[in-house]
């Protein structure tokens, strides 16, 4: 992509909403055969940290020398948090619908501005803090249908998910006011691939699977541009701005999974989203 379209915040929020949105609706295809979550997001993910550290090093030549010791313990701690959320999404997402998935994610329009405010010092007006209050209820009458009842379990673990998820972007952010955004990627997603592979050495009896090698390979270069904007995304705006603007992506989850997997897109969907 030309660097006038990549240093766009516009540009490349958009292009990360639709890289994100495709590898939903295509992890939820692939786990929908059967295969093991955890093994699957492991691999591709360490596919994805492969092609990240290529592009980072080898074609943008960055020199990770850059790294200080410092910013090796906020990358570690990132790192965890997004292997947490890796976790936890892995199961959400087995358990819940793409559709559900895509809404539900989406959560961090609630962390991501209030974390921002108190370790950021991000402006909280009274604008976003309408759009969480809408989106809060929005989002328990997707998840509820309407009825006095507490959410699915598969919605909950994406609910945790996306607070781990937003927990990390408030680390990344602040690396990436010192450290380009590429290296901040290929070291986050080194470091979360080892924290991953030990969560799920704790859990798995083994790490043989039958996913074909080209579903592999396909998300783990969805993955690794997806994981490159949205880092592109922070380190030329704010969480708040990622956490709101990335609203078209259950947008395009909710089509993509009612027309290719054939999900089904209710009543309350349509106005739990719409809120």
């Avoid at 909403?17 to 055969?33: A, D």
């Avoid at 990358?75 to 999404?89: C, E, K, N, P, Q």
């Avoid at 358990?95 to 010092?121: D, E, H, M």
């Avoid at 209050?133 to 989002?139: H, Q």
Wanted: hydrophobic share 55%; proline share 3%.
């Amino acid at each position: 992509m030309p660097n006038n379209l990549l240093n766009s915040k516009l540009f490349t929020v958009i292009a990360f909403c639709l890289f994100w949105s495709g590898l939903i609706v295509f992890n939820k295809f692939v786990l929908n055969t059967g295969t093991d979550p955890l093994l699957y997001f492991l691999y591709y993910q360490a596919i994805a940290t492969v092609i990240i550290c290529f592009y980072a090093f080898l074609v943008r030549k960055h020199n990770a020398r850059a790294i200080d010791l410092k910013a090796i313990y906020k990358i570690a701690a990132a790192g965890l948090l997004i292997a947490i959320a890796l976790y936890t999404t892995t199961f959400g997402l087995k358990l819940s619908t793409s559709i559900n998935y895509g809404f539900v994610i989406k959560s961090g329009v609630i962390f991501g501005p209030i974390l921002a405010f108190y370790f950021l010092k991000e402006k909280l007006s009274l604008g976003k803090i309408f759009l969480m209050t809408t989106f809060i209820l929005g989002l328990y009458l997707l998840t509820t249908g309407g009825r006095m009842l507490i959410p699915q379990k598969g919605d909950i673990l994406i609910f945790i998910s996306a607070l781990f998820f937003s927990c990390s972007d408030i680390l990344l952010k602040k690396l990436t006011n010192n450290l380009p955004s590429s290296i901040v990627t290929s070291a986050r997603g080194f470091a979360a691939t080892i924290f991953l592979f030990l969560l799920i050495l704790i859990s798995a009896k083994s790490f043989t699977f039958n996913v074909p090698l080209g579903y592999l390979l396909f998300s783990g270069v969805m993955a690794a541009i997806a994981q490159l904007l949205v880092l592109k995304v922070i380190s030329l705006s704010s969480v708040s701005y990622l956490s709101l603007m990335t609203m078209l992506a259950p947008v395009i989850v909710s089509f993509s999974g009612a027309l290719f997997l054939k999900e089904p897109f209710t009543l309350w969907h349509l106005v739990g989203g719409s809120i």
